[in-house]
């Protein structure tokens, strides 16, 4: 299966969709016959001088840069929805490598189920911190997102900005710098740390004192086990209502989600005594599989991880039964 066919997999392209910055690469075009809505922070005649400016951008890319129809941030996207009087009527939601930016994500998902109509779906692409530059630093965790929620934040905070520098990383391959690594079969030796601990920590003082204008990070980091314990996790505390369809295995550098908001208006309750025993096989997979533990237990049957979300077994239908209202 290709990688956009993953990122399409339960998506229903006979409705109206959105698709979340998808800069010069789009996933789904207008001029095929789709009916998608584009976000971004930034409107057309930005992107596309943005991509002028950009040597590694051909020219000829430039003009795949679709109009953007919703202007603003993404962790608002409920309001943009809103604003556009289509709350409620979207069929799908695809983001690609735009998650992990987001300085609000519970705010973002919160709004991406309001904008979904019921049954609708969100997928999105996301990097295994793993497998790319943030291979040294540590997942996130549900604190972090409960913080960035309730204060709302607005851009990523100075800590997510010194993390992402005392803590990243590059890649080298033969010599070149690379995005990042396949997890299946690349060494993670390759991972060198940036050398730049000072500087990271002056400018923090700097952006403790005065936060100055938006500078994009990683906000979130996370792998397939991490980031469904962040998400059953907020549901159990009623701040998202998603149904987990499938959460896949990484393939390459990234993995791949897919949210849905149920059809059903009550949401069906799940026992205390079945949340904790996923809780429980979550937090041993994450505690198992950080850093480099995936590279060393490349063998299936050495790698402990719990089954996750498979659309087509009993044990999914159960999981995906848990529904909580939002606040």
């Not at 795949?64 to 943009?80: C, F, H, T």
């Not at 709350?87 to 930016?101: M, P, R, T, V, Y």
Request: one cysteine or more; proline letters at 6%; hydrophobic letters at 40%.
């Amino acid at each position: 299966m290709s990688r956009t066919d993953q990122i399409l997999k339960y998506a229903d392209l006979s409705q109206k969709g959105i698709e979340v910055a998808p800069y010069f690469n789009p996933t789904l075009r207008k001029s095929a016959g789709h009916d998608i809505l584009i976000l971004d922070v930034f409107d057309t005649d930005r992107l596309r001088r943005n991509a002028a400016r950009d040597a590694l951008i051909p020219d000829a890319r430039i003009l795949e840069i679709e109009e953007v129809d919703l202007v603003g941030d993404a962790s608002k996207i409920g309001e943009l929805v809103q604003g556009a009087d289509v709350d409620g009527q979207i069929g799908f939601i695809i983001s690609s490598h735009n998650f992990e930016h987001l300085p609000n994500p519970v705010l973002f998902l919160q709004g991406a189920y309001a904008a979904l109509k019921p049954g609708g779906v969100l997928s999105m692409a996301v990097p295994d911190c793993r497998a790319c530059f943030d291979f040294f630093r540590m997942p996130t965790r549900l604190a972090d997102w409960l913080a960035a929620f309730h204060e709302n934040r607005q851009q990523p905070s100075a800590e997510a900005l010194f993390d992402g520098k005392a803590m990243g990383s590059v890649y080298m391959a033969q010599g070149n710098v690379q995005p990042g690594c396949n997890i299946a079969t690349d060494d993670p030796a390759g991972f060198l740390p940036h050398q730049v601990l000072n500087a990271a920590y002056d400018t923090y003082l700097r952006d403790k004192k005065e936060p100055g204008e938006y500078r994009d990070a990683h906000c979130s980091v996370f792998f397939p086990e991490s980031l469904e314990l962040l998400l059953i996790d907020l549901r159990k505390l009623g701040l998202i209502g998603f149904d987990i369809v499938e959460i896949s295995e990484t393939a390459g550098l990234e993995f791949y989600v897919h949210l849905r908001k149920p059809d059903a208006a009550t949401p069906v309750p799940e026992s205390d005594a079945a949340f904790y025993e996923r809780r429980q096989e979550l937090l041993r997979s994450v505690t198992e599989n950080l850093g480099a533990a995936p590279y060393r237990n490349r063998s299936a049957d050495k790698r402990k991880q719990p089954k996750r979300p498979s659309p087509n077994t009993e044990t999914a239908k159960r999981r995906r039964s848990w529904v909580f209202w939002k606040n």
